[in-house]
């Protein structure tokens, strides 16, 4: 089974930033794509951004420009680096990683458990 703990999340201020981590743990053979999606009240969960295992990135139109999706494979880690904060960012954010267990398994999709960012003054 794959753990996947995020952390970084908290309350800033409007034009802030933050660092959201989410590790992989677990029995992983390889890991493929690594996405972050945020969750508002009241609202679908939508992607915020994904990194495949070649580096490739995909970023939804909110944040383009001000949030950055790292990866370091080394360590089963993803990262959104997030800067020039709104109140419309406001939202739970989830990892999201496709692994593999071992060399015969299919790819299956792991959630972490969410963490809050709120952008207040």
């Known amino acids: 089974h794959v753990q996947l703990v995020e952390s970084g999340g908290g309350l800033v201020q409007p034009g802030g930033s933050l660092r959201l981590s989410c590790a992989a743990s677990?029995?992983?053979?390889?890991?493929?794509?690594m996405a972050w999606y945020c969750q508002a009240p009241g609202k679908q969960r939508e992607l915020v951004a994904a990194?495949?295992?070649?580096?490739?990135?995909n970023y939804g139109d909110s944040v383009k420009g001000r949030f950055t999706i790292s990866r370091d494979n080394a360590k089963n880690t993803v990262y959104l680096q997030m800067n020039s904060l709104k109140p419309e960012d406001t939202a739970v954010y989830y990892c999201?990683?496709?692994?593999?267990?071992?060399?015969?398994?299919?790819?299956?999709?792991?959630w972490g458990q969410g963490t809050q960012v709120t952008v207040s003054s």
């Open positions: 999201n990683v496709f692994a593999r267990r071992d060399r015969y398994s299919g790819v299956v999709g792991y």
């Open positions: 677990g029995i992983i053979f390889s890991i493929g794509t």
């Open positions: 990194i495949t295992s070649t580096g490739s990135t």
